[in-house]
């Protein structure tokens, strides 16, 4: 009797997997743009980093540090809290946040805490394995002048199958010296992510 089930049960089931649609993957450009979830994603880590990395370069402070100190400042990131209900690759922006810093050409840009432990160990290596004219020297590594923190927050309104993601951040460079906060700047993201076309 068992068999009797089993077998009409078995052949429903190989027509089922031999009708889905196969698998595509297709690779697109890098910069395409593509929202699937309406989530939080490479699209958005860019945009923001690029923009509010943008408003901190063109702001007084910077033309500040350049007088008094006749040098480009020394920026370091710190941490990027994520505060938001979701996953958020932090480390992304992060670098983000730094390329946008570099490709700028108007700041200097240092390791974090985590990188600068592997290049100090990797300096105590070459000190001892490394021919003396190749070793690089302890002491000599560049001291930031300011730092940038900051957090990201999500607010999430959902009604039905509507839905309505809205992400802040807010980023502040500090003076490492005086504590000093000498810009805070903040970007913002709103998603409508719903079936029907979405109406003003």
């Known amino acids: 009797m068992n068999k009797i089930l089993t077998y009409p049960l078995l052949l429903g089931l190989i027509l089922l997997i031999g009708c889905s649609p196969a698998k595509q993957v297709t690779r697109v450009d890098t910069d395409t743009t593509i929202d699937l979830s309406g989530r939080w994603n490479d699209t958005d880590s860019r945009m923001v980093a690029d923009g509010i990395i943008g408003e901190c370069l063109s702001h007084p402070w910077i033309t500040d540090h350049m007088v008094d100190a006749s040098a480009k400042p020394v920026v370091i990131v710190g941490g990027i809290r994520n505060k938001s209900m979701e996953h958020i690759a932090v480390q992304t922006f992060i670098s983000d946040i730094e390329r946008a810093f570099i490709n700028s050409g108007k700041v200097r840009t240092v390791s974090s805490a985590g990188e600068r432990g592997e290049l100090r160990a ?79």
């Open 122 to 200: 990797e300096r105590a290596d070459q000190g001892e394995f490394a021919a003396i004219e190749t070793i690089k020297r302890m002491g000599r590594e560049l001291g930031a002048d300011y730092m940038m923190t900051g957090e990201i927050n999500t607010i999430e309104d959902r009604e039905g199958g509507d839905q309505v993601m809205f992400y802040q951040t807010d980023l502040t460079l500090t003076n490492i010296e005086t504590n000093e906060k000498v810009w805070i700047g903040q970007k913002k993201i709103k998603k409508f992510i719903g079936r029907g076309k979405f109406k003003m």
